[in-house]
């Protein structure tokens, strides 16, 4: 079974400024398996990032992915107020069916 | 308009049973594999179950093997989720994915507002 672990758990940073997100993966995932996914309260998820690389429809240049293998990251170049969410990295494959990581909480420093 | 609505969820005591059903809308349901997603209070997303779009492949998390069973109505635009041997950890809301099974990559980019399931005393 591939454990995705997120990291920093809570990541504190003000509007303007460059936010990096880390998925780490136990063994290697296809990046076709990759995606991200932005929470906000009372919410559910929204797509980001799929194949680990490709912005999901009507999601702003600001956001990007990259990474293989069992790294992954996710950036947001420069932070608008309402990027201030949780976000999850997720595979599929292993076991069968999908996984998440444990996410990581982006909020206004 | 793409919309998936939950329904069925409530408050329910330790070992009982509850279906949750999951309505499609605005797309073509029986070209997309479904998925029950479910989230504890402050907690974390956990996949729960898998099914194709014509419901020959069906896979489960570990945590609700052999309590839980998936199925789907194309027929109907339905997707539904019996939960049975409850336990307060399965206290979640719980939300339906869907993933058009022709993309190339896997994620879940249909999503439903989620119904709520607290399990207990």
């Known amino acids: 079974e591939i454990v995705l672990t997120q990291s920093p758990g809570t990541l504190s940073l003000s509007p303007g400024e460059r936010a990096t997100l880390s998925c780490r993966a136990s063994?290697?995932?296809?990046?076709?398996?990759l995606a991200w996914y932005q929470q906000k309260p009372g919410q559910a998820p929204r797509l980001l990032i799929y194949?680990?690389?490709s912005r999901a429809t009507g999601i702003p240049d600001r956001f990007s992915g990259s990474g293989s293998g069992t790294d992954f990251t996710l950036t947001i170049s420069r932070l608008e107020p309402e990027d201030f969410a949780v976000y999850y990295c997720?595979?599929?494959?292993?076991?069968?069916?999908?996984?998440f990581g444990q996410g990581t909480k982006l909020e206004i420093k | 308009e793409v919309q998936l609505v939950e329904s069925g969820g409530g408050l329910v005591q330790p070992g009982g049973s509850l279906r949750l059903s999951c309505a499609a809308s605005?797309?073509?349901?029986?070209?997309?594999?479904m998925n029950w997603v479910r989230q504890a209070p402050g907690k974390g997303l956990e996949w729960v179950s898998y099914?194709?779009?014509?419901?020959?492949?069906?896979y489960y998390a570990d945590s609700v093997k052999g309590r839980f069973t998936i199925s789907r109505d194309n027929a109907k635009n339905s997707l539904y989720l019996q939960m049975n041997s409850l336990r307060a950890e399965d206290t979640a809301v719980y939300y339906c994915?869907?993933?058009?099974?022709?993309?190339?990559?896997?994620?879940?980019?249909?999503w439903g507002k989620g119904t709520t399931v607290t399990v207990s005393s």
């Open positions: 997720q595979q599929y494959g292993s076991s069968p069916g999908y996984s």
């Open positions: 063994q290697s995932v296809s990046s076709s398996y």
């Open positions: 194949g680990a690389s």
């Open positions: 099914i194709s779009s014509s419901g020959s492949t069906i």
């Open positions: 994915a869907g993933r058009y099974s022709f993309h190339y990559y896997y994620y879940m980019d249909v």
């Open positions: 605005g797309f073509t349901f029986s070209s997309y594999e």
